[in-house]
Each structure stands twice: as C-alpha cells, then as structure tokens.
C-alpha cells in the first residue's frame, strides 16, 4: 500500500526556517519524481518545489527538496518564510514518470499525502 505521511509543520515567525519531512512506503522512492505543493484557504494548490529521480530540481524562491531514498524520505526546506507562506503542504509523488525531470503540476503525482499545516506569523 502506497502511503505518504508529512510531518514538521507548526508556526513559525516571519524571517524564520522550517523543515518538513514526508516519510513514504509501498514504493521505491528512488524512482520516483518527488514534489511539494501548498494550499493556502481560498486558493488553488500550487507546487513549491519538486526533485527529479535523478537528482535535478525544480523549486520557486526559497524552498529546497531533498530526498533520503534510503530512509524513504523526502524533505521541504524553507526559509526566509512570509506570512504569505501560511498553507496546508502536502508532499507528492510521481511512480511512473514519464519524462526525466520533474515539474510543479499536480496532476503529475498520483500519490499525495494528508498534508501538514504550516502558519508563518508573529
């Protein structure tokens, strides 16, 4: 059973940094496009930052993927974090990609995790 499970969101004040982590199962993560994507209420999901199989990302601004294929984690490093930043993230996977590098569509992962609330404010 493919399951995708994130964790690290909380609040955190402007200016300051956060880590999520998203630990996977039921699948190689190795072989797979990984991706980051938020929501915030009102608005449609938007991909943050996304790391292909083979090592090349693809990110907006100030947010970093990471992945620990032996662990089966991936990571979403963000820093410098507004309060535009508040959003519900979620962590995605691609199983089956068809092309060598990752992009920020959603509809290019079939695999999504619960999400995780992130809030930036003072």
């Known amino acids: 059973q493919v399951k995708l499970v994130e964790s690290g969101g909380g609040l955190v004040q402007p200016g300051g940094s956060l880590r999520l982590a998203c630990a996977v199962s039921?699948?190689?993560?190795?072989?797979?496009?990984i991706g980051w994507f938020r929501q915030a209420p009102g608005k449609e999901r938007e991909g943050v930052s996304c790391l292909s199989r083979s090592g090349i990302g693809a990110a907006k601004g100030r947010f970093t993927t990471s992945r620990d294929n032996a662990k089966s984690m991936m990571y979403l490093q963000m820093t410098n974090l507004k309060p535009e930043d508040t959003a519900v993230y979620y962590c995605?996977?691609?199983?089956?990609?068809?092309?060598?590098?990752?992009?920020?569509?959603?509809?290019?992962?079939?695999?999504w995790g619960q999400g995780t609330q992130v809030t930036v404010s003072s």
């Open positions: 039921g699948f190689t993560l190795e072989n797979s496009h």
């Open positions: 995605a996977a691609d199983r089956s990609p068809s092309s060598g590098l990752c992009e920020l569509i959603s509809a290019e992962y079939e695999d």
